[in-house]
C-alpha cells in the first residue's frame, strides 16, 4: 500500500495555551487530519471518531496515513495500523495511542497529554471514540 493520500490539515478552533484540551470541528466526512502543531491525528472512519497520538508506539517517529483510509503506517520501521489505531503489522507491540476524546455537538475536544495506551489500559483505550 501506499503512503499517503491525501490528507487534510486540521487546526485548533482556538490556539492551545500551554497544557490542555484543544477543540476542533467534528470531521463532516471520513478521513485523517493532522494537527501538527499539537502533534494530534483526527480520524473519522466508518461511523466513528478518534484522536491518536502523532507518534508511534514503538519508538516515536511520526506516522503516516495510508492512502483509502487503509489505515497508518510507521515510516522507521513499517508498523502497520488499522483506521481505528488497531496494530496490524510490524515492530510495534500495541495499538496506536488513543488521546481523550469527547463530542459537544459539531465541537470535539482533545487533550493531546491524555492518552490511552492499550496494552496497560485497554478499557481506555476502548473507550476512547466518538460515535457518529
Ligand atoms: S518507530 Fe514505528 S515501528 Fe518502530
Redo the contacts with the bound molecule.
Keep these: 500500500m501506499s503512503l499517503l493520500g491525501p490528507v487534510q490539515s486540521v487546526a485548533a478552533l482556538e490556539p492551545r495555551k500551554g497544557r490542555g484540551a484543544v477543540k476542533y470541528a467534528l470531521p463532516a466526512t471520513d478521513g485523517v487530519s493532522i494537527d501538527a502543531a499539537n502533534e494530534v491525528i483526527l480520524c473519522r472512519n466508518a461511523g466513528e471518531v478518534y484522536a491518536f497520538a502523532l507518534s ?1 508506539p ?4 511520526a506516522l503516516k496515513v495510508m492512502s483509502k483510509n487503509a489505515g497508518f503506517q ?1 515510516p ?4 502497520k495500523y488499522l483506521p481505528n489505531g488497531t496494530f496490524v503489522s ?3 507491540t500495541r495499538n496506536m495511542d488513543r488521546l481523550q476524546i469527547t463530542r459537544d455537538g459539531a465541537t470535539i475536544t482533545v487533550d493531546p497529554d491524555i492518552a490511552f495506551e492499550s496494552d496497560t489500559d485497554p478499557a481506555k483505550w476502548g473507550a476512547a471514540v466518538v460515535k457518529v
Excluded: D, L, V
Design positions: 508511534c514503538h519508538q516515536n517517529t510507521c522507521r520501521h513499517k508498523s510490524g515492530r510495534a
